[in-house]
């Protein structure tokens, strides 16, 4: 059973960094490509940040020079890293995956190109 379990939200001041860490189980193979997503209450969910198997990554301009997305190589576990944060990068993050052996489509995450969700994490940024 594939499972994808976020770790890392929590509070912090406009202008401070979290890093988010999600990890995979139950895949045959790694995923070619995982993305992190946020939504907030009342909106849809949006593309943070997507990477693939060789190491391309596609940012929401929102984000872009702010947040980088990374893969340790050992264990497979995706991050968020997200720096100089603002009021409007709060909500819930959540890291997804697309199913083994299939890459990334060009540009920044859509959520109908994903098939496997983790439960979220919630980040909150105060002034």
């Known amino acids: 059973q594939v499972q994808l379990q976020e770790s890392g939200g929590g509070s912090v001041q406009a202008g401070g960094s979290l890093r988010l860490s999600c990890v995979a189980s139950?895949?045959?193979?790694?995923?070619?490509?995982m993305a992190w997503f946020r939504q907030t209450q009342g909106k849809a969910r949006e593309g943070v940040a997507k990477l693939n198997r060789i190491g391309r990554t596609d940012y929401a301009d929102s984000v872009k020079g702010r947040f980088t997305i990374s893969q340790d190589s050992a264990s497979g576990t995706l991050f968020l890293l997200m720096d100089s944060l603002t009021l409007e990068d709060s909500g819930t993050y959540y890291c997804?995956?697309?199913?083994?052996?299939?890459?990334?489509?060009?540009?920044?995450?859509?959520?109908?190109?994903?098939?496997?969700w983790g439960q979220g994490t919630q980040v909150s940024v105060s002034s």
């Open positions: 997804a995956s697309r199913p083994t052996g299939t890459g990334c489509n060009p540009g920044p995450p859509q959520t109908n190109e994903f098939s496997y």
């Open positions: 139950g895949f045959t193979y790694r995923p070619y490509c």
